[in-house]
């Protein structure tokens, strides 16, 4: 099983949706949590930090269940723009460096 | 205006060969990662560092070196290049205690024939 798990999509939506995206993590020491979004053949760029409590940033909600070991990214009112990849990531300090990227989630927004 | 840079942006190369890629940036961070990025595999750690004069291996360092002479470098090298070692190769920097807020540079593509 990988570390950090995304559904490689793609989802495809229309402008003006709201699109939720998953991802699991399997080590529950993990303490810090974050999405990067990537544009197509672009390096990655830090989207947001993932927050106990939850937390939005204008359109983007980002939520995390210790619990069930999963941190989610909805994204509300869909443009255009926000196609891309969004990539996991999951940091846990046990030593040494253990930053994890997923794989990635493509979403393409359509007209 | 700080920034991160890498070169060449593309590169072919043979197998057997040796190869450099470089890595400067300009933010002073103390922090500096190595990354292949291949299909369905997500982002992977090659090396990272510290600081001047540390080095990691991260989780497939195998075939890869780097050193850190100075705070704005970290050259990766390819010792000898495998066809397995085609891929994009992404540089990227954080602050001190900040290792997840990466920023990352635009990439070198990399095919080895």
């Known amino acids: 099983r990988k570390e950090v798990e995304q559904d490689p999509g793609p989802f495809n939506v229309p402008e003006g949706a709201t699109v939720a995206f998953n991802c699991t993590y399997s080590?529950?020491?993990?303490?810090?949590f974050f999405w990067y979004r990537q544009d197509c053949r672009k390096e990655p760029k830090l989207l947001m930090s993932?927050?106990?409590s939850g937390n939005e940033d204008g359109r983007f909600t980002a939520q995390l269940n210790r619990a069930s070991q999963y941190i989610s990214l909805l994204i509300r009112d869909s443009k255009l723009s926000d196609s891309a990849t969004y990539l996991c990531?999951?940091?846990?300090?046990?030593?040494?460096?253990?930053?994890?990227f997923g794989a990635g989630t493509r979403l393409f927004v359509k007209a | 205006d700080a920034e991160i840079t890498q070169s060449p942006r593309h590169k072919i190369t043979e197998t057997g060969r040796q190869v450099t890629l470089a890595c400067h940036q300009t933010?002073?961070?103390?922090?500096m990662f190595w990354y292949r990025q291949d299909l369905g595999h997500g982002l992977r750690l090659i090396h990272y560092?510290?600081?001047?004069?540390?080095?990691n291996k991260g989780e497939v360092s195998d075939g890869y070196s780097v050193s850190r002479s100075n705070t704005e470098d970290l050259p990766l090298t390819l010792e000898s290049a495998a066809s397995s070692q085609t891929s994009v190769y992404f540089c990227?920097?954080?602050?001190?205690?900040?290792?997840?807020?990466?920023?990352f540079g635009p990439g070198t593509r990399l095919l080895v024939l």
């Open positions: 080590n529950s020491a993990s303490q810090s």
């Open positions: 993932v927050y106990s």
């Open positions: 990531v999951v940091n846990g300090n046990t030593g040494g460096f253990k930053t994890i």
């Open positions: 990227a920097s954080s602050e001190r205690g900040q290792r997840e807020t990466q920023y």
């Open positions: 933010w002073n961070h103390n922090n």
């Open positions: 560092s510290y600081g001047v004069q540390d080095t």
